[in-house]
């Protein structure tokens, strides 16, 4: 019990922006120009990197507003490893992180030539350490290299490609992973709005908070390789304009996705499995040491996720389009209480994968959980044991072809099944592939199941464009192409909410006394 009360006390703290050591912390100071001003005074940092290199344990860094062209590490533009440490920004819109080089036309520039791409770098990146408040900030135009790194613009990173769980809880608060810049010829792109991988602790609960991501050629949020140890919340969060809102590769346990928007990507919600680096599969959202589910997709509004035209590459550009919620050969989630409308193939669909990437050499992901040996060239993942119940869904299916509607479930025999019910349709009959899905994977919940996969798996298959464009003639080739990529505004990702008070639960310092702003604090 006391145990419990411990990790309930630090994560509303984390929430408030309190720390347990707040009395003792130091606070370093960032802004553009210091000891021009009165609200820029001599001593601060001009870096923020310079300040977080000086920061020690608990200590907290407060940055005033400014275009920060970081470069404080060969691969990131703010590197971290200190435990516990503060970072927060003064105003969530006007303290930007930014991706192109020094000098250039204006925050976040989407001029090619504006573009820092030698050196593929991620934005703000925290490294297989613990604690650490990431708040109230704008990271953008951090790009990938040629070979495919960097280009995370706030990344958890608790040791990607190993396998194992390297980073404990952190918190991430009124923050913005963006991109302005997109070239179809280029591959230099962004990938992951905010990325979380390898990370999370059984006894103290992470979370993501009022955060916005938007234009990732990957996804909008990803929390992946956190096995059935991920123990974390997304809640108000709002994900557009991506391949996918959200992707938890082989992600579960007590995971949340709550209270948030996910709209105009290519698929909204997409917990999956997968045979990759972001080992061990599958994706398994039961309870650790249960097959009772545990990671719960509650109170979404997941509409128009319709855009062929997303930033898009490797698996995720395979991404079938038109759809709100897929669960992907993934197991044991829970998918209930979502308002999920306008989503042109399907609302809700779950469907096994068969994946044919090749594993990483290390050895650390080998069909785990699948159907296929190790050295197999196919990893066949059955989507079993998920529950979808009491969602409210409409105008699902616009696309018009002969399996799109409501819901869909395509495994053949799952067990046990995948269980729909007190699903329904606010604007008329509920839509389901195959019919009276309801009816046939109800409950009981513990029995095997049915799917369709002949004319549904098809479909899917069709929609993702895998294998090129959907055969004509055979009524099942309304599915939108892409016409090219079209980049969300900058100004929508700069209109976010800044948190409310910056000041809160920060030590005493010039911008910052009992907890309020000082006259001499920046806006």
């Known amino acids: ?187 230099n792109q962004a990938a992951y709005g905010i990325f979380v991988s390898n990370a999370g602790d059984l006894s103290i609960p992470s979370s993501l908070n009022h955060d916005y991501a938007s234009n990732m050629n990957d996804s909008a949020f990803y929390v992946g390789a956190c096995q059935q140890q991920c123990n974390t919340t997304l809640n108000d969060v709002h994900a557009e304009n991506s391949a996918l809102g959200y992707s938890g590769t082989n992600a579960g346990g007590n995971l949340t ?93 779950v469907h096994d994968y068969p994946d044919t990437e090749q594993p990483p050499s290390s050895g650390v992901s080998s069909c785990q959980g699948a159907v296929g040996a190790a050295s197999a060239p196919l990893c066949y993942f059955i989507a079993h044991g998920n529950v979808i119940d009491d969602n409210k869904l409409f105008r699902n299916g616009g696309f018009g072809n002969p399996t799109n509607g409501d819901l869909g479930s395509q495994p053949a025999a799952p067990d046990p099944r995948n269980c729909f019910y007190s699903n329904y349709d606010s604007k008329g009959p509920l839509t389901t592939d195959p019919p009276d899905l309801q009816t046939i994977d109800g409950q009981p919940c513990s029995l095997p199941g049915v799917g369709d996969s002949g004319p549904l798996a098809a479909e899917l298959v069709c929609d993702s464009g895998a294998f090129g464009q959907c055969p004509a003639g055979q009524g099942i080739d309304s599915y939108p192409q892409n016409t090219g990529v079209s980049m969300a505004p900058f100004a929508t990702a700069d209109a976010q909410p800044s948190m409310p008070n910056p000041c809160a639960g920060v030590p005493d310092d010039a911008w910052c006394q009992g907890g309020a702003r000082t006259a001499s604090a920046p806006r």
């Open 257 to 349: 996705i709550k209270n948030s928007e996910w709209d105009n990507n290519r698929s909204g919600i997409v917990p999956n499995s997968l045979n990759n680096d972001d080992a061990p599969p599958p994706q398994d959202g039961a309870c650790p040491g249960t097959q009772t589910p545990c990671t719960t997709i509650v109170g979404n509004d997941v509409h128009h996720n319709n855009n062929p035209n997303t930033p898009g590459q490797g698996i995720t550009a395979t991404a079938p389009t038109g759809t709100g919620i897929e669960l992907s050969g993934g197991e044991f989630d829970i998918v209930r209480k979502n308002t999920v409308h306008d989503n042109g193939a399907w609302g809700i669909v």
């Open 1 to 187: 019990m006391l145990r419990a009360l411990i990790a309930t006390c630090v994560a509303t703290c984390a929430l408030l922006g309190i720390g347990s050591s707040a009395a003792d912390a130091n606070v370093l100071l960032v802004c553009p120009n210091p000891g021009s001003s009165a609200s820029c005074p001599s001593g601060a940092s001009s870096s923020i990197q310079q300040a977080v290199n000086q920061a020690g344990s608990g200590d907290w860094v407060l940055v005033a507003p400014g275009d920060y062209h970081e470069r404080g590490a060969p691969d990131a533009g703010v590197w971290i490893t200190q435990p516990n440490l503060h970072l927060r920004g003064m105003n969530r819109a006007t303290v930007i992180v930014d991706g192109t080089k020094p000098g250039t036309s204006g925050p976040c520039s989407q001029g090619a030539s504006q573009q820092d791409e030698s050196t593929g770098r991620n934005g703000i990146e925290v490294w297989k350490t613990s604690g650490t408040w990431i708040e109230n900030l704008t990271v953008c135009n951090y790009l990938a290299d040629s070979t495919g790194q960097g280009g995370n613009e706030i990344w958890w990173n608790g040791g990607d490609g190993s396998g194992q769980i390297g980073m404990g809880a952190y918190w991430g608060n009124y923050i913005t992973g963006t991109t302005t810049y997109y070239d179809p010829s280029d591959p």
